[in-house]
């Protein structure tokens, strides 16, 4: 349930915008299934949102709308039982982890530390 509420409310944060409180819908389908749902939205001010989900709780989505300057946000996400991970251009990304570290992580893996006997 609190993955429903979590994806209406950034739909409603979409909705928000200062120019666009006369938006409507233009398509809305929807299919509520005991083995999960389906669903898509558009409305006339660009804003479209599609999302999928099964009888585990497992959804995968996207929303995209046009940002007050004019460019093209899309977000894709996943929601489950490890949480939600979105994916976008516009997300920030985590500086990639250096070769050295890598490689010291794969070696301390191969070799584990030896146990030390106290007599």
């Known amino acids: 349930m609190f993955k429903f509420i979590v ?3 950034l739909l409603a944060f979409a909705l928000a915008d200062d120019g666009d409180y006369h938006a409507e819908v233009k398509s809305w389908k929807n299919d ?8 898509n939205l558009e409305t006339s ?8 989900g099964d009888e585990h709780g497992n959804i995968h989505g996207s929303f995209e709308f046009l ?4 460019e093209h ?8 039982e490890h949480g939600f991970h979105p994916e976008s251009d ?10 050295h ?19």
């Open 32 to 39: 509520v299934r005991h083995d999960g749902f389906d669903y």
């Open 7 to 9: 994806l209406f409310a």
């Open 90 to 99: 516009v997300l920030p990304k985590p500086h990639p982890i250096p070769e």
């Open 45 to 52: 001010n660009h804003i479209r949102e599609a999302a999928s």
């Open 73 to 80: 946000i899309k977000v894709s996400y996943v929601a489950d």
């Open 101 to 119: 570290i890598l490689k010291s992580i794969e070696y301390i893996k191969t070799h584990p530390a030896k146990q030390e006997s106290h007599h």
């Open 67 to 70: 940002s007050p300057e004019g």
